[in-house]
């Protein structure tokens, strides 16, 4: 029954609580014995008496383990929840390869995020093929660690909320193409931008006013140089040079090759580049040649 349940550890400690002395009973144990010498392990002298946290937390982990390295269906899709939670926190560390806590203002309780609280609370660690996002560029940084320095409850999930509904990760997502100042449509709800993430989100309604007002006031005062009521976009640690990481977070609609100075320009519904060559060398007119389906490398 426990491999399909996501009991938290107090409802644990509540069913411990009403199985407890039947179960004892039972066994034959005396009812006033200590709760440490029921559930110790018996090279201690205990009865290794499971208690249902534990108990829960060692199914999970089995069928875990088991469907990941089956790569089955349902192994699949527990990969596929393991990356949507990834996405959901926005460390760049992978989910279960660090303490729990250090993400509980940004976690909803789900089947992963319990059984990752019971293995971060064995101080283990579990690595998988799951999502793992890099830096795009120089003094590059995530959004949910810039903003869980600063902030925790409800602040804190309402900037994420905004993140996510942005489909956004690092800071060089909601910066310009020089890296020096924040992109001004990453600031407001209704503004069209010019990017697309490359990544499958997990849903994210349109979060509420607060939201947006608590989002602005974190990237004005945490990462640009507003002073006062100044409004200032201009980050305080520029972006360096792109990193070409393995998997790039957003497709852009328009690019450049700075040796050229060609210009590439997405045809959405076509799905197609259109390459416009500048005209002299001035670069003030540029000229349509052909549509390409790809972008040259580098």
């Known amino acids: 029954?426990?491999?399909?349940?996501?009991?938290?550890?107090?409802?644990?400690?509540?069913?411990?609580?009403?199985?407890?002395?039947?179960?004892?009973?039972?066994?034959?144990i005396c009812r006033t014995t200590a709760l440490y010498i029921l559930h110790s392990s018996y090279a201690y002298g205990g009865y290794q008496i499971p208690t249902s946290w534990d108990l829960q937390g060692s199914i999970h982990l089995y069928y875990l383990l088991g469907h990941l390295q089956l790569q089955d269906l349902l192994g699949k899709h527990l990969l596929h929840c393991i990356d949507q939670q990834y996405l959901h926190i926005g460390f760049t560390d992978p989910v279960f390869t660090y303490e729990f806590t250090k993400a509980k203002d940004l976690i909803t309780a789900t089947w992963i995020t319990n059984t990752w609280q019971y293995i971060s609370e064995q101080r283990a660690t579990l690595h998988t093929k799951s999502l793992s996002l890099k830096y795009q560029r120089e003094n590059d940084q995530s959004i949910s660690f810039i903003a869980q320095q600063y902030y925790s409850g409800i602040n804190l999930r309402r900037i994420n909320a905004v993140r996510m509904y942005l489909q956004v990760f690092f800071l060089s997502d909601i910066t310009d193409s020089a890296g020096s100042h924040l992109e001004p449509s990453y600031l407001e709800p209704y503004l069209p931008r010019r990017r697309q993430s490359t990544l499958q989100w997990p849903y994210q309604q349109l979060p509420g006013e607060k939201a947006w007002k608590v989002w602005r006031a974190f990237l004005y005062k945490y990462c640009t140089f507003t002073i006062g009521n100044s409004r200032s976009r201009k980050l305080l640690r520029p972006l360096g040079k792109w990193l070409h990481p393995p998997i790039h977070t957003q497709q852009w609609h328009t690019m450049v090759d700075p040796t050229t100075n060609i210009v590439f320009i997405l045809d959405q519904p076509a799905q197609k580049w259109k390459v416009y060559k500048p005209r002299n060398r001035h670069k003030s007119n540029y000229l349509s040649q052909t549509d390409i389906s790809e972008l040259p490398p580098n």
Not at 3 to 27: G, H, N, V
Request: net charge positive.
């Open 1 to 28: 029954i426990f491999a399909a349940t996501s009991f938290s550890k107090k409802e644990c400690e509540q069913l411990d609580c009403i199985y407890r002395q039947p179960t004892i009973a039972k066994m034959g």
